[in-house]
């Protein structure tokens, strides 16, 4: 890692690595050129919990990550499978990962259950909220940004 750049982390499907639940990115341009001359450490807390790609999507059953992490609502699947364990299960391991790289600050996907920043997926609807990577890096005063606040 070359120390004399600022460091951060970004979610990984923005950087164009193909680990969204549909087994696609989200490739962001804008992200890719706010990184510039910056050391990048991606994450995908998904994948880091062991739920692989493709995979099928999770919702919040209430709630959010915050609460999730407080053990106050749950997380499942598409097929109704409980996902909330394996949700912050890689949250802390991409917590980690960026703590051990040294990065302030996070790019994150802007509606994803671990990363959502303002909004996530409830079952049939999108609600405000943060998704349960972001709700522990603000927690650890990392601090967090949309990928849609990105110019």
Known sequence: MDESKPIIGVSACLLGEACRHDGDDADRPAVRRACAGHTVVPVCPEVLGG????????????????????????????????????????ARIALQRILDAGASRVILKERSPS??????HHADQVVPGIGVFAALLRQHDVQIMSDEEVG
């Open 115 to 120: 990363c959502g920043v303002r909004c996530v």
């Open 51 to 90: 739920m692989g790609t493709p995979r099928p999507p999770v919702h919040f059953l209430t709630g959010d990550g915050a609460t999730a992490l407080a053990v106050e609502s749950g997380i499942v699947d598409d097929s109704g499978v409980e996902r909330t364990e394996a949700m912050i299960a890689g």
